[in-house]
């Protein structure tokens, strides 16, 4: 603590007619103010660093990364850190080891050409996320080779969502279910490509002759486009909880933009709307 003598030469530009004790007692009050303000900067300080930084893992703490690092399996960081949280964990590497590839096997391969419909999902670059189901006869998901697989795009309603998703994000997952004869379905994970049918034909050598053949039908039969995907794991969707269905006929009117076929009218929007612009009409009287 500075002397008197001191603290008058300190302010010795501010003439305060104060005596040397109260000259002491304002210079305490300012500086336990100064203690204060920096150990609340100090604090603000660490917390905003401790948020950018992964804390750093306790003794015997087992983190996402640790976990990956040691185990080497598929799957993201966080489910095998999920695994370890809930004990799961040697129940999913016998998952793995079992049922997970990074490629089709030739069983897998039958079943994917057999499909007749495919559920896909995909995220733009935010992590914004959509879901689609994709129809067509047996046979429209073609297997190009173990790594590849290739679906598509017949004309729909112009939204592209998912093959927009694909602009800015490739990572796909796929699934097709047999819910008429094994119930069982197929999981297939990778990175998805969009190809238009000019670029397509430019391989027409190397192409299925059922590819080739389906762009060659006329009008809305004909795809608008296809999405190739590079298989990154291929795993089962087991069968225990999916429902054996029976398949009935029905018209199928590809490309249509009948409503009456489209059953666009099914959640009756136009009402729901009707009925909420009276609702807001009558708020607004009310105010």
Known sequence: MPSPDQMETIFGGFSLGLN???VIAVIALIAAAITIVISHVNFYRHL?????KPAEPRAGHVTAASVTAISGLPGSD???LLQQRYGTADRARAFYSKQVLDHLSPTMSDFAARAEFLFVATADRHGECDCTSKFGEPGFIRVLSPKHVIYPEYRGNGVYANTGNMQENPHIGMLMID???????????GRARVVENDELLTQADKLPESILAEMRHEGKRRPERWVVTEVEEAYIQCSKHIPLLQKLDKAIH????????KKGDYFKLDEHRAALAVGRERANEQR
């Open 20 to 22: 040397n004790y109260a």
């Open 48 to 52: 905003q660093e401790s948020s950018c």
């Open 78 to 80: 966080s489910e095998h």
């Open 179 to 189: 819910f008429y004869r094994d119930t069982i379905g197929l999981h297939i994970n």
């Open 254 to 261: 590809w490309g249509t933009d009948s409503a009456t076929e």
